[in-house]
């Protein structure tokens, strides 16, 4: 096996995702165009997107960053619009769009069109939030996307599937789609609630950081596949567990925490730009077997299917943005008040990923008995791949333009950290009150200046976020809290470099180099949060 390819990939897409960080350009639309530029350089090897690869090993460690990293609460009061877009708008744009592809294009049969519908109905709202976080979004809007994104890939997948088995002649009737819809539904939301109690209790016993971090890299791909053996939605099963393992992450060890946050940044890291350059490199395999379709009606397919894919969200968004508040009294109480400009950058966010073209790949050649090639394939994975492409680069670029043209509200920074310094507060509060029980028990006797020290950091602590509220050095123009965090650092430097002549001039050993330097990471470590 030739892993010179691989790796290319994906050294290749973090340093472009890295450079993007430099230019005003997101790096998911940065990523596809230069995948579709170097698709056709000389010596490029054919990347060609492997369902098999793609759904059961990419896209669960995706899904498990992502939930982990959103708010079970947030998801939980915004259930019913994150519900109307992951699963309403999912069945509905699989049907407006492929009964739109059978008006269009001819000789496709409706069922192949509904397949059609079914591949790009999911949008990858990963790509949506990767833009609009760089410019800003209403908590609201952004918790709406990251949920749709979360769950829509359910949907999609099971409504591909019963499409697909009409397409190919395997009698698939409404009672049969809908009894897998919801064996996929309520199987992959049963899996995750079995898996989720024990897995959580697993890592709550284990101290060893490095078996907690490979439980983590672990646990998407058992939720995903365990799902799957019962034929329910994997897809779900994963975003349960991660949703509950995400809500209770303070119960697991610090030190598994601070480790587990890098492993999983970097993971995503890598993932999300080969995923988004792999995209641009498929231009080559979707051309080459298009065939009879080239030239201006493949265009012309390709246009109009992407007019129908905006139009379509936005005739869903709208109404279901509006019109449940305006029937419901319990609704217009309970919710907050969406605004207009939430609905429209909602439905411009409506950009496809790669889930999309891994489905479209997972399509068969041929029908049910072998005898007959499935109706205009290679046309499908083009469309596809047209739909990815035209959305991310139209909706992705014009995305930022159009939140700041909106002139959403923009955060107040002085109330957040005034949450912040009363809930500082509060807990220091529990702390000195617990310190003082502590304290009061002979067992623990400390030496007065040990004991002052424990109150002059928990006085630290609760002063830091004040300070941030304070008068700025009019020399360098940082907080005290920032001098402060800067200072402190710049000793710990020194320290460093001390530690480190010592161990050249072998007055210590490597091992107590080592454990000294980790103790100054992680003094460092909680200074950098602080400035942060």
């Known amino acids: ?20 960080r430099r230019t005003p350009v997101p790096a998911p639309l940065l990523l596809v165009a230069v995948g579709l530029v170097v698709s056709y350089l000389p010596g490029v090897p054919d990347y060609t997107l492997d369902p098999d690869v793609v759904l059961p090993l990419l896209l669960p460690p995706l899904l498990y960053t992502s939930a982990t990293d959103s708010s079970y609460l947030g998801l939980r009061a915004q259930l019913r619009p994150v519900a109307l877009l992951s699963v ?40 949506a939030t990767a833009v609009a976080r760089r410019v800003g979004l209403p908590s609201r809007v952004t918790t709406v996307l990251q949920g749709e994104s979360l769950l829509n890939d359910a949907t999609a997948i099971t409504a591909y599937k019963v499409a697909l088995a009409a397409a190919v002649g395997e009698g698939a009737t409404w009672a049969g789609g809908f009894g897998e819809f919801l064996l996929a539904a309520v199987g992959g939301v049963g899996v995750g609630l079995v898996l989720m109690a024990p897995i959580h209790w697993l890592r709550t016993r284990l101290k060893e950081p490095l078996l907690q971090n490979t439980l983590s890299l672990l646990i998407p791909f058992v939720a995903y596949a365990v799902a799957e053996q019962f034929h329910a939605s ?5 975003v349960v567990v991660a949703l509950y393992l995400g809500h209770r992450a303070w119960e697991v060890d610090f030190a598994t925490r601070l480790q587990e946050t890098a492993v999983w940044k970097m993971v995503a890291f890598v993932l999300e730009s080969a995923v988004f350059a792999l995209i641009g ?40 943005t509006f019109v449940p508040r305006l029937l419901s009294a319990r609704i217009r109480d309970r919710e907050e008040n969406p605004t207009w400009k939430g609905a429209m950058v909602t439905a411009w966010a409506g950009m496809r990923g790669v889930v999309s073209l891994a489905i479209a790949f997972s399509i068969p050649l041929t029908m049910h008995h072998g005898e007959a090639p499935f109706p205009q394939r290679n046309l499908i994975l083009f469309l596809t791949f047209t739909t990815v492409i035209g959305t991310l680069v139209v909706q992705g670029l014009s995305l930022p333009p159009l939140i700041r043209l909106l002139k959403f509200p923009e955060p107040d920074p002085q109330a957040a950290t005034l949450a912040e310094a009363n809930a500082q507060a509060q807990a220091s509060r529990a702390a000195e009150r617990r310190l003082d029980e502590l304290l009061a028990d002979e067992r623990n006797a400390l030496p007065p200046p040990l004991a002052d020290r424990l109150r002059m950091v928990l006085e630290r602590r609760r002063n ?35 530690f480190v002549k010592l161990r050249d001039g072998r007055y210590i050993d490597d091992e107590m180099l080592r454990t000294l330097l980790r103790r100054l990471d992680l003094e460092e470590a909680a200074a950098y949060r602080e400035a942060a």
Do not use: H
């Open 1 to 20: 096996m030739d892993v010179m390819p691989l790796l290319l990939l994906v050294a290749g897409s973090a340093a472009i995702a890295a450079a993007a």
């Open 281 to 320: 490199l498929q231009l080559p395999v979707v051309l080459r077997g298009l065939g009879a379709y080239e030239g201006s009606d493949a265009a012309w397919y390709a246009t109009a299917l992407f007019l129908v894919v905006v139009v379509t969200r936005f005739v869903w968004v709208y109404p279901a």
């Open 88 to 127: 309403g708008y999912v069945l509905f744009a699989t049907f407006v769009v492929g009964w739109a592809v059978y008006q269009i294009v001819p000789e496709m049969p409706l069922t192949a069109a509904l397949v059609l519908g079914a591949v790009v109905a999911p949008p990858d709202a990963v790509a």
């Open 234 to 238: 994997g897809v779900l099963a994963v």
């Open 464 to 498: 830091a976020v004040w300070e941030r509220l304070g008068q700025v050095n009019p020399v360098t123009g940082e907080t005290i809290d920032d001098t402060y965090s800067r200072l402190s650092r710049e000793m710990i430097s020194a320290e460093r470099a001390v």
